[in-house]
């Protein structure tokens, strides 16, 4: 569910998502096995254009053939993170359509319009060429973004508008008394849009046998514990909306399996229509692509190779984080959605839920490796040591104490309080 991001091999980090789910699938997985991918966009052209790029990179694969048809299929759906009926209509259109979900990978990213400290930035590449390509300062992003309207009728050209228009718009509606409260442009697409989706999609979740249905989030490199506040959930009055977002992410993925937010993940994981969760519960997982090349952040065409370049320096220079490509990206996404669910029970039995990256050496070898989380550490356990040292973390992180654990624990359950109120009460004003 990815906005269009592009990177030097000229491929968004979804649509590279998919091919190398589609690859890994083709090469570790039986021929007896076959695959499904729903892409999710928001138009029917770029729905089309999409499914038929992807089609013809399966069908150069000779795994991909198997008795009758080829192993790898694809349907589409039309889906606006930012428009909430939009994302209803999605999941009612999957739910007459399929049979059931294995893995939902929520990839969308958007980060509104970017203001730049040019003269910090150039003085940031030369003498922090490493940290500041890692977790930039110099970059800020728009206050208050909002969506256009959830419950009026909108124009074409009004659903196209400017963020400013938008936010206009919005806020016109709210103060005219449509009894529509503000809602963040960044905040529905980075996050709630796929939280309403994954709720109405609870029915196909519902698997009888082992192992449970997995929800992998897509996070982000850059998020701190400075960036997100409980007391502005949606990231309305900050300019690190995008950040706040992320950073939220990881808090719900992190935090869903713990007993003090059960009580919220169990209303949750209780599909519409039903007094009882699902049992087990989906689990959560969380990733983030490390460093790529990608236009989220968008830059002239001179400007957006010295970026590459500065990506390509940092890398040699030792960071562990800079993918660059897309596909690099995908790594840790498209393991956590193929790998044994035997492995990964390992994993986090041995050293906690852990956010996991893709990563690679300074040759551009790949691997995915646990990372840092403000207030969580490597895996939510105390003691745990560093994995890549100081270049592999923010400046500012601290080793994991019991009262940051309990205290990110605390802030998981009210996270998850604060987004099922709203998750309720939206569902309740859209009828």
Known sequence: MQQSERSPDCTGLGFATSCRLADEFLTTRSVAQSLKLIISTRSVKKSQDTIARLQQHVNSNPRNKAGSGPRVSFQAVQLDLTALRSVHAAAQELLSSVPKIDTIICNAGIAGPITIDWPRAVWAAIFDPVYSVTFPYFAHGSLGLLTKPQLTTTSEKDTNGSSDDRTNKALSSAASGAHEPPLGEIFSANIFGHYLLIHALTPLLSHASHPPARIICVSSIETSHSAFSLTDLQGLTTTQSYHSS??????????????????????????????????????????????????????????????????????????????????????????????????????????????????????????????????????????????????????????????????????????????????????????
């Not at 919220?264 to 090349?293: I, N």
């Open 246 to 431: 992320k950073r939220l992410t990881d808090i719900l993925a992190l935090t869903a399996s713990l007993p003090t937010s059960k009580p919220y993940t169990d209303k949750f994981f209780t599909p519409p229509g039903s007094s009882r969760p699902l049992a087990p519960h989906p689990r959560f997982y969380t990733s983030h692509p490390g460093v790529c090349a990608t236009e989220i952040f968008p830059l002239v065409f001179v400007l957006r190779w010295v970026k590459i370049l500065s990506l390509y320096i940092a890398r040699w220079l030792g960071s562990p984080w800079h993918t660059i490509s897309t596909r690099k990206g995908a790594c840790a996404a498209v393991w956590l959605a193929l790998a044994a669910q035997e492995t990964l029970d390992g994993l986090e039995a041995e050293g906690g839920l852990g956010k996991w990256g893709s990563a690679t050496d300074a040759s551009g070898s790949e691997r995915v490796r646990r990372t840092q989380v403000d207030g969580w550490g490597y895996g939510g356990k105390v003691g745990q040591g560093r994995e890549f040292g100081s270049r592999g973390r923010r400046r500012d992180a601290k080793d994991l104490t019991v009262e940051d654990r309990e205290a990110f624990e605390d802030l998981g359950r009210e996270a998850w309080r604060e987004m099922e109120a709203l998750r309720v009460e939206w569902e309740k004003r859209l009828g």
